[in-house]
């Protein structure tokens, strides 16, 4: 119903920045975040946004990440500032099927983009 395509992925040194965008192919009234797996381990959520613009994070990247979505609520980005080695994952944005309160665990998101890679090099 609804087609997601992340970008902005790539790789960087340690300590840097990158900014990912979701597109949304409509609008949604329902929250979106991000997401990130890494190898061998399970999809973790990152950050969700309500469309009224209350966010949520997770402990691991709270203070160095932020999100945030563009007037028509279509695009989602995610902001990483100081990057670490262990943030190197395939980051996937999703839909979810809240609108209120916004859950940060997968299983309440059920739209999910192909992912953009992010590598964070020491």
């Known amino acids: 119903q609804v087609q997601l395509v992340e970008s902005g992925g790539g790789s960087v040194q340690a300590g840097g920045s990158l900014r990912l965008s979701c597109e949304a192919s409509?609008?949604?009234?329902?929250?979106m975040g991000w997401f990130r797996q890494a190898t061998g381990k399970e999809r973790e959520g990152i950050a969700v946004?309500?469309?009224?613009?209350?966010?949520r994070y997770a402990d691991s990247v709270k203070g160095r990440f932020a999100i945030s979505q563009d007037n028509a609520k279509t695009t989602v980005y995610l902001h990483m500032n100081s990057l670490k080695p262990e943030d190197t994952a395939m980051y996937y944005c999703?839909?979810?099927?809240?609108?209120?309160?916004?859950?940060?665990?997968?299983?309440?998101?059920?739209?999910w983009g192909q992912g953009t890679q992010v590598t964070v090099s020491s």
């Open positions: 999703a839909v979810g099927s809240n609108s209120d309160y916004c859950e940060i665990s997968p299983s309440y998101f059920h739209f």
């Open positions: 409509k609008y949604t009234k329902y929250c």
């Open positions: 946004i309500s469309r009224v613009g209350m966010t």
